[in-house]
Protein backbone atom coordinates (compact mmCIF):
# COMPACT_ATOMS: atom_id res chain seq x y z
CA UNK A 1 0.00 0.00 0.00
CA UNK A 2 1.51 3.62 -1.09
CA UNK A 3 2.51 6.09 2.00
CA UNK A 4 0.38 8.50 0.77
CA UNK A 5 -2.56 6.47 -0.05
CA UNK A 6 -5.95 8.47 1.45
CA UNK A 7 -7.08 6.83 4.34
CA UNK A 8 -10.47 5.38 5.13
CA UNK A 9 -13.15 7.36 6.64
CA UNK A 10 -13.69 6.95 10.47
CA UNK A 11 -16.75 8.84 11.49
CA UNK A 12 -16.58 10.10 15.22
CA UNK A 13 -19.99 11.35 16.76
CA UNK A 14 -20.47 13.95 13.53
CA UNK A 15 -16.53 14.64 12.64
CA UNK A 16 -15.04 12.62 9.39
CA UNK A 17 -11.55 11.49 10.07
CA UNK A 18 -9.46 10.73 7.36
CA UNK A 19 -10.77 10.12 3.98
CA UNK A 20 -9.21 13.30 2.71
CA UNK A 21 -11.30 15.05 5.06
CA UNK A 22 -10.26 18.40 6.81
CA UNK A 23 -7.53 17.78 9.77
CA UNK A 24 -9.29 17.23 12.78
CA UNK A 25 -8.13 18.78 16.28
CA UNK A 26 -8.45 16.40 19.31
CA UNK A 27 -8.26 18.36 22.31
CA UNK A 28 -8.71 19.31 25.94
CA UNK A 29 -7.09 19.23 29.47
CA UNK A 30 -5.35 16.00 30.09
CA UNK A 31 -7.56 14.82 33.12
CA UNK A 32 -11.11 16.21 33.90
CA UNK A 33 -10.55 18.83 37.09
CA UNK A 34 -13.94 20.00 37.60
CA UNK A 35 -16.61 20.35 35.19
CA UNK A 36 -16.67 23.98 35.29
CA UNK A 37 -13.18 23.66 33.59
CA UNK A 38 -14.53 21.35 31.06
CA UNK A 39 -16.89 22.97 29.69
CA UNK A 40 -14.97 26.49 29.54
CA UNK A 41 -12.35 24.56 27.58
CA UNK A 42 -14.47 22.88 25.46
CA UNK A 43 -16.68 25.92 24.70
CA UNK A 44 -13.52 28.47 24.04
CA UNK A 45 -12.12 25.90 21.59
CA UNK A 46 -15.46 25.01 19.96
CA UNK A 47 -15.48 28.68 19.11
CA UNK A 48 -11.95 28.88 17.77
CA UNK A 49 -12.49 25.51 15.79
CA UNK A 50 -15.82 26.68 14.69
CA UNK A 51 -13.96 30.33 13.15
CA UNK A 52 -11.26 28.51 11.51
CA UNK A 53 -13.39 25.58 9.89
CA UNK A 54 -11.78 22.96 12.38
CA UNK A 55 -13.50 19.56 13.08
CA UNK A 56 -13.13 19.31 16.81
CA UNK A 57 -13.45 16.05 19.53
CA UNK A 58 -13.06 17.19 23.07
CA UNK A 59 -10.48 14.95 24.81
CA UNK A 60 -10.19 14.59 28.72
CA UNK A 61 -9.61 11.50 31.02
CA UNK A 62 -11.77 10.63 33.87
CA UNK A 63 -8.76 8.51 34.97
CA UNK A 64 -5.65 8.82 35.05
CA UNK A 65 -4.35 5.36 36.10
CA UNK A 66 -0.92 5.30 35.36
CA UNK A 67 0.35 8.63 36.80
CA UNK A 68 4.46 8.84 38.17
CA UNK A 69 3.14 9.15 42.01
CA UNK A 70 0.69 7.53 44.10
CA UNK A 71 -0.35 10.94 45.22
CA UNK A 72 -0.70 12.57 42.00
CA UNK A 73 -4.09 13.60 40.80
CA UNK A 74 -6.41 10.56 38.81
CA UNK A 75 -9.52 12.63 37.94
CA UNK A 76 -12.89 12.22 39.30
CA UNK A 77 -13.43 8.55 38.07
CA UNK A 78 -15.60 6.89 36.06
CA UNK A 79 -19.04 7.65 36.94
CA UNK A 80 -18.81 11.06 37.64
CA UNK A 81 -16.07 11.97 34.82
CA UNK A 82 -19.17 10.13 32.10
CA UNK A 83 -21.64 12.62 33.42
CA UNK A 84 -19.22 15.14 32.95
CA UNK A 85 -18.38 14.50 29.26
CA UNK A 86 -21.77 13.71 28.40
CA UNK A 87 -22.93 17.32 29.51
CA UNK A 88 -20.00 18.96 27.80
CA UNK A 89 -21.18 16.57 24.65
CA UNK A 90 -24.93 17.99 24.71
CA UNK A 91 -24.07 21.72 26.62
CA UNK A 92 -21.32 21.87 23.95
CA UNK A 93 -22.40 20.09 20.68
CA UNK A 94 -18.92 18.46 20.07
CA UNK A 95 -17.95 14.58 20.33
CA UNK A 96 -16.26 13.47 23.39
CA UNK A 97 -13.45 10.74 23.82
CA UNK A 98 -11.43 9.41 26.62
CA UNK A 99 -9.35 6.80 27.67
CA UNK A 100 -10.57 3.46 29.25
CA UNK A 101 -8.18 0.87 31.03
CA UNK A 102 -10.12 -2.13 31.40
CA UNK A 103 -12.68 -4.27 29.47
CA UNK A 104 -15.32 -3.41 31.76
CA UNK A 105 -14.65 0.15 31.66
CA UNK A 106 -14.59 0.11 28.32
CA UNK A 107 -18.19 -1.66 27.67
CA UNK A 108 -19.74 1.31 30.26
CA UNK A 109 -17.73 4.21 28.93
CA UNK A 110 -19.35 3.51 25.16
CA UNK A 111 -22.99 4.25 26.45
CA UNK A 112 -21.73 8.16 26.54
CA UNK A 113 -17.91 8.55 24.65
CA UNK A 114 -18.39 8.98 20.65
CA UNK A 115 -14.47 7.41 20.78
CA UNK A 116 -12.73 5.41 23.00
CA UNK A 117 -9.11 5.99 23.22
CA UNK A 118 -5.95 3.30 24.22
CA UNK A 119 -3.40 4.67 26.18
CA UNK A 120 0.32 3.83 24.74
CA UNK A 121 0.68 1.80 28.20
CA UNK A 122 -2.03 -0.63 27.07
CA UNK A 123 -1.48 -0.54 23.49
CA UNK A 124 -0.76 -4.19 23.40
CA UNK A 125 -3.28 -5.52 26.12
CA UNK A 126 -5.55 -8.07 23.74
CA UNK A 127 -8.40 -8.15 25.86
CA UNK A 128 -8.54 -4.46 26.48
CA UNK A 129 -8.34 -4.21 22.53
CA UNK A 130 -10.51 -6.78 21.97
CA UNK A 131 -13.25 -5.09 24.37
CA UNK A 132 -13.04 -2.29 22.90
CA UNK A 133 -13.64 -3.37 19.46
CA UNK A 134 -16.65 -5.04 20.46
CA UNK A 135 -18.49 -1.90 21.69
CA UNK A 136 -18.74 -0.65 17.67
CA UNK A 137 -17.11 2.52 18.73
CA UNK A 138 -14.52 4.11 17.11
CA UNK A 139 -11.29 3.27 18.49
CA UNK A 140 -7.97 5.57 18.78
CA UNK A 141 -4.94 3.78 19.66
CA UNK A 142 -1.89 5.30 20.63
CA UNK A 143 1.32 3.38 19.80
CA UNK A 144 3.16 1.85 22.78
CA UNK A 145 6.12 4.10 23.37
CA UNK A 146 7.47 0.60 22.81
CA UNK A 147 6.46 0.01 19.41
CA UNK A 148 7.86 0.34 16.42
CA UNK A 149 5.99 2.12 14.23
CA UNK A 150 5.01 -1.36 12.19
CA UNK A 151 4.32 -2.97 15.53
CA UNK A 152 1.03 -1.17 15.23
CA UNK A 153 -0.49 -3.76 12.32
CA UNK A 154 -0.99 -6.20 15.10
CA UNK A 155 -3.05 -3.90 17.51
CA UNK A 156 -4.61 -3.27 14.15
CA UNK A 157 -5.67 -6.94 13.71
CA UNK A 158 -6.68 -7.36 17.71
CA UNK A 159 -9.57 -4.50 17.07
CA UNK A 160 -10.74 -5.75 13.49
CA UNK A 161 -11.03 -9.09 14.79
CA UNK A 162 -14.27 -7.91 16.34
CA UNK A 163 -15.39 -6.31 12.95
CA UNK A 164 -14.62 -2.98 14.10
CA UNK A 165 -12.54 -1.36 11.86
CA UNK A 166 -13.76 1.59 12.84
CA UNK A 167 -9.63 2.79 13.86
CA UNK A 168 -7.40 5.86 14.79
CA UNK A 169 -3.97 5.62 15.18
CA UNK A 170 -1.88 8.12 17.30
CA UNK A 171 1.97 8.13 17.36
CA UNK A 172 3.12 9.56 20.69
CA UNK A 173 6.66 9.51 20.53
CA UNK A 174 8.92 6.62 21.02
CA UNK A 175 11.13 6.11 24.53
CA UNK A 176 14.80 7.12 23.45
CA UNK A 177 16.76 6.86 26.74
CA UNK A 178 15.93 7.63 29.99
CA UNK A 179 13.27 9.94 30.84
CA UNK A 180 13.44 11.27 26.97
CA UNK A 181 10.95 10.65 24.03
CA UNK A 182 11.63 11.22 20.37
CA UNK A 183 9.41 12.05 17.95
CA UNK A 184 10.14 10.20 14.45
CA UNK A 185 8.12 11.49 11.38
CA UNK A 186 8.67 8.60 9.69
CA UNK A 187 6.65 6.73 12.15
CA UNK A 188 3.48 8.75 10.47
CA UNK A 189 4.46 7.35 7.11
CA UNK A 190 4.83 4.08 7.78
CA UNK A 191 1.50 4.09 10.26
CA UNK A 192 -0.93 5.37 7.33
CA UNK A 193 0.08 2.50 5.20
CA UNK A 194 -2.00 0.60 7.22
CA UNK A 195 -4.95 2.17 5.85
CA UNK A 196 -6.43 4.14 8.89
CA UNK A 197 -6.50 7.75 10.05
CA UNK A 198 -2.97 8.78 11.62
CA UNK A 199 -2.87 11.45 14.09
CA UNK A 200 -0.05 13.12 15.48
CA UNK A 201 0.28 14.06 19.58
CA UNK A 202 2.15 16.90 19.68
CA UNK A 203 1.57 17.54 23.46
CA UNK A 204 2.83 13.69 24.71
CA UNK A 205 5.49 13.39 21.87
CA UNK A 206 7.72 16.33 24.14
CA UNK A 207 6.72 14.72 27.19
CA UNK A 208 9.49 13.47 29.69
CA UNK A 209 8.46 10.40 31.56
CA UNK A 210 9.13 10.83 35.24
CA UNK A 211 11.35 13.48 34.87
CA UNK A 212 10.48 15.35 37.77
CA UNK A 213 11.03 12.35 39.93
CA UNK A 214 7.67 12.38 41.74
CA UNK A 215 6.00 13.40 37.85
CA UNK A 216 6.76 13.46 34.69
CA UNK A 217 8.17 16.57 33.05
CA UNK A 218 7.76 18.28 29.68
CA UNK A 219 9.23 20.80 26.49
CA UNK A 220 6.52 22.61 26.05
CA UNK A 221 8.46 24.89 23.58
CA UNK A 222 8.63 21.84 21.22
CA UNK A 223 5.14 21.46 20.55
CA UNK A 224 4.38 23.95 17.77
CA UNK A 225 7.40 22.79 15.84
CA UNK A 226 6.79 19.53 16.09
CA UNK A 227 2.76 19.90 15.22
CA UNK A 228 3.71 22.18 12.25
CA UNK A 229 5.94 19.38 11.21
CA UNK A 230 3.77 16.22 11.42
CA UNK A 231 1.41 18.47 9.80
CA UNK A 232 3.74 18.88 6.92
CA UNK A 233 4.28 15.25 6.69
CA UNK A 234 0.58 14.36 6.41
CA UNK A 235 -1.82 13.44 8.85
CA UNK A 236 -5.55 13.39 9.51
CA UNK A 237 -5.72 14.87 12.86
CA UNK A 238 -3.71 16.47 15.73
CA UNK A 239 -3.76 15.43 19.42
CA UNK A 240 -3.19 18.51 21.84
CA UNK A 241 -3.61 18.87 25.44
CA UNK A 242 -4.90 22.56 26.21
CA UNK A 243 -5.26 24.46 29.32
CA UNK A 244 -5.81 27.99 30.58
CA UNK A 245 -3.14 28.16 33.07
CA UNK A 246 -0.35 24.51 32.61
CA UNK A 247 1.53 25.45 35.14
CA UNK A 248 -1.67 25.18 37.30
CA UNK A 249 -2.76 22.05 35.69
CA UNK A 250 -3.51 18.89 37.84
CA UNK A 251 -2.03 16.73 35.20
CA UNK A 252 0.65 17.09 32.55
CA UNK A 253 1.02 20.55 32.49
CA UNK A 254 4.28 20.76 31.65
CA UNK A 255 3.69 19.31 27.99
CA UNK A 256 0.02 21.46 27.72
CA UNK A 257 -0.42 24.19 25.65
CA UNK A 258 -1.69 27.39 26.93
CA UNK A 259 -5.31 27.94 25.58
CA UNK A 260 -4.39 31.41 24.15
CA UNK A 261 -1.78 29.79 22.08
CA UNK A 262 -4.07 27.84 20.25
CA UNK A 263 -5.46 30.00 17.71
CA UNK A 264 -1.87 31.12 16.81
CA UNK A 265 -0.80 27.16 15.87
CA UNK A 266 -3.80 26.14 14.70
CA UNK A 267 -3.82 29.32 11.78
CA UNK A 268 -0.56 27.52 10.75
CA UNK A 269 -1.45 24.38 10.46
CA UNK A 270 -4.65 24.84 8.49
CA UNK A 271 -2.51 26.87 6.02
CA UNK A 272 0.17 23.94 5.84
CA UNK A 273 -2.49 21.47 5.91
CA UNK A 274 -4.10 22.76 2.93
CA UNK A 275 -0.20 22.88 0.67
CA UNK A 276 0.05 18.84 1.85
CA UNK A 277 -3.73 18.19 0.46
CA UNK A 278 -3.37 19.89 -2.38
CA UNK A 279 -0.27 18.12 -3.57
CA UNK A 280 -2.17 14.75 -3.23
Not at 39 to 59: C, D, N, T
Not at 108 to 134: H, M, N, W, Y
Not at 169 to 186: H, I, K, P, Q, W
Amino acid sequence: MPADRVPKVVSVGRVKVGGGNPLVLIAGPCVIESESLALRVAGAIKKLSSRLSIPFIFKSSYDKANRTSINSFRGPGLEEGLRILRKVKEEIGVPVLSDVHSPEDAREAADVLDAIQIPAFLSRQTDLLKAAGRTGKPVNVKKGQFLAPWDIGRVVEKISSTGNRNILLTERGFSFGYNNLVADMRSLVVMRTFGYPVIFDASHSVQLPGGKGHSSGGEIQFIAPLARAASAVGIDGLFIEVHPSPERALSDGANSLRISDLPALLEQIKEISKVVSSGH
